[in-house]
């Protein structure tokens, strides 16, 4: 059998490469430049399912995270992607500048958290940036020479700024005005800071210096400071193979596959399996890039379809954790085990159980993957599709006849006081219309309606009474629902329970009504309710 071949691999995976090259190496504030980035992407990745949308969407704002002078540029191609695909699932932000951007644009749920936030950015000329014209830091920003020796020269001006957004990579103490230069490319400032003011050279100058690759900048940090390990993840976001290759040759620095997994750099993943001829591995690591043809290649040269990470995870736990429907259906036809757990006893249809509208589950489940069995926290297969409101998983479990009523070991929770519990309205809905058991109780002798009253669920309490909930069931405490809406002041719904009939003095195993209770607690509103509707002062 033939070796993996560099050359090969690097033109069967050219368009993920060169885009996402493009993406992390972005140069242009230009909007058809923008244009012709935008279009390659949804024709090289989206159209082709290579790559998801909410990979997309994470690649932009890591990208611009760590070149922000671009950040109207980045902002723009985000824009075309949401105003065009609208994601059902929402957006996982990675960058907190990006969601503040998002609120604003989009009129979501505002949280005054982020009125920082905005204030860090400003409208030039109808272009987002960062900084305001003529700022030290817009000096910075775009190497201004003459405005930042204007600048620097004034009476008032502070050597030792500090400055902090959320727009820029963490960094504990915020950005010196030397590692901004470091982090922007500008030479000019950069030697301006060092032959005036002697601006120490710090690590993260150093690291910052393999983000923007200015020769000048990163010769005279090397002459200070030796690379860290903290030093190559910055050579891998700036999908400069070169500075890799020189961390590790001159320095004896390692890459990990997980961070070219992390940062998208599918061509240093290509160079270690080139270098490490570590195939097995590669294989393993192949599904994060939504790669089907690269799976493929790895297979038909010898990677082995059931190897294990050290950790005891395989392909297929990695595909599925990525939801690629395409490689998990190949890896099955290869023959992979299905049922394998990792060494945290997690299977795969485990991971498919905490995907949303997907139909991973269905196939898992439809190829012999073992529904019976209780995930690591001894939970039911059931009870995690519920957590997640995965409706497709159940009703894949319906065709197989799964036991509605099954109950996780530890608290010996059924579905549906996983559903109450965590307001999932629908999930209950759907669990009571294929009869699970309403009443079923928990290790505590809790039933779902304890636990819709609770956590304040109006909305469940209501649909569980009428649809045969025993209202004066009692928990280990001999609690009922009445006496959890008086300890947790719960107006509405004591209500609610008091005008469906509930015993309004039974008593608990300490011999307290609810009214003692919200006494106890000086809910005096609680109080009011209980006494007008009859609960005896005396009990």
């Not at 390659?40 to 995270?65: G, H, N, R, W, Y």
């Not at 824009?79 to 907190?96: A, M």
């Not at 209501?462 to 959890?484: C, R, V, W």
Request: charged share 25%; glycine share 4%; hydrophobic share 40%.
């Amino acid at each position: 059998m033939n070796k993996p071949d560099y050359n090969e691999l690097m033109e069967l995976t050219k368009d993920y490469i060169d885009t996402f090259d493009t993406i992390f190496r972005l140069t242009t504030l230009n909007e058809d430049e923008i244009d012709k980035l935008y279009n390659d992407i949804k024709s090289k990745l989206i159209e082709t399912k290579k790559v998801p949308l909410s990979d997309i969407f994470k690649a932009i704002q890591m990208a611009a995270l760590y070149n922000n002078r671009y950040l109207n540029s980045y902002w723009l191609l985000f824009k075309k992607f949401f105003n065009e695909y609208h994601p059902l699932n929402g957006i996982e932000f990675v960058n907190q500048g990006f969601a503040a951007l998002y609120i604003k644009e989009y009129n979501t749920e505002y949280d005054e958290s982020f009125d920082n936030l905005f204030s860090k950015t400003t409208l030039i000329n109808g272009s987002l940036s960062l900084h305001e014209k003529n700022s030290i830091y817009w000096a910075i920003m775009f190497d201004n020479k003459d405005l930042f020796i204007q600048l620097i020269e004034e009476n008032d001006f502070d050597i030792n700024q500090i400055y902090s957004s959320a727009f820029y990579p963490i960094h504990d103490r915020g950005f010196s005005l030397i590692e901004l230069c470091c982090y922007y490319g500008a030479v000019n400032c950069f030697k301006l800071l060092r032959t005036k003011f002697k601006s120490q050279i710090t690590d993260f100058c150093l690291d910052c210096s393999f983000l923007s690759g200015k020769p000048d900048i990163m010769n005279e940090c090397l002459k200070e400071l030796k690379p860290s390990y903290e030093t190559m993840p910055y050579a891998i976001i700036s999908h400069n193979i070169d500075f890799v290759m020189f961390l590790q040759n001159e320095y004896d620095l390692k890459f990990s596959l997980e961070d070219c997994v992390r940062y998208y750099n599918l061509h240093l993943f290509l160079v270690y399996l080139d270098q490490t001829k570590n195939i097995n591995e590669c294989f393993l690591f192949s599904p994060h890039f939504h790669c089907k043809s690269l799976c493929e290649y790895l297979l038909s040269h010898g990677a082995d379809i059931n190897s294990k990470s050290p950790y005891g995870e395989t392909a297929i736990h990695n595909a599925v954790l990525e939801n690629c429907k395409e490689i998990v259906e190949l890896l099955i036809i290869h023959g992979i085990e299905i049922n394998v757990k990792n060494d945290y006893n997690v299977t795969p249809i485990d991971i498919a159980a905490t995907h949303k509208d997907n139909e991973l589950a269905e196939i898992l489940i439809s190829n012999g993957a073992d529904i019976s069995d209780l995930n690591p926290f001894g939970k039911t297969l059931i009870n995690s599709s519920v957590m997640y409101a995965n409706e497709d998983t159940l009703k894949a479990l319906i065709a197989k006849g799964v036991n509605w009523n099954a109950k996780e070991k530890i608290h010996g929770k059924t579905a549906l006081h996983h559903a109450a519990e965590n307001n999932k309205f629908g999930m209950v809905e759907f669990l009571v219309a294929h009869d699970v058991d309403i009443n079923s109780k928990d290790k505590y002798d809790k039933t779902p309606l304890h636990y819709a009253v609770i956590n304040n669920n109006l909305q469940i309490e209501e649909f569980l009474i009428s649809h045969g909930a025993d209202i004066n069931a009692k928990d280990n405490q001999l609690k009922t629902a009445i006496h959890y809406a008086a300890e947790k002041n719960r107006k509405e719904i004591l209500i609610n329970l008091i005008s469906h009939g509930i015993e309004i003095n039974s008593k608990d195993n300490l011999g307290q009504t609810a009214l003692h209770i919200a006494s106890m607690l000086n809910n005096s509103e609680i109080v009011k309710i209980l006494v007008s509707h009859g609960a005896d002062i005396n009990a």
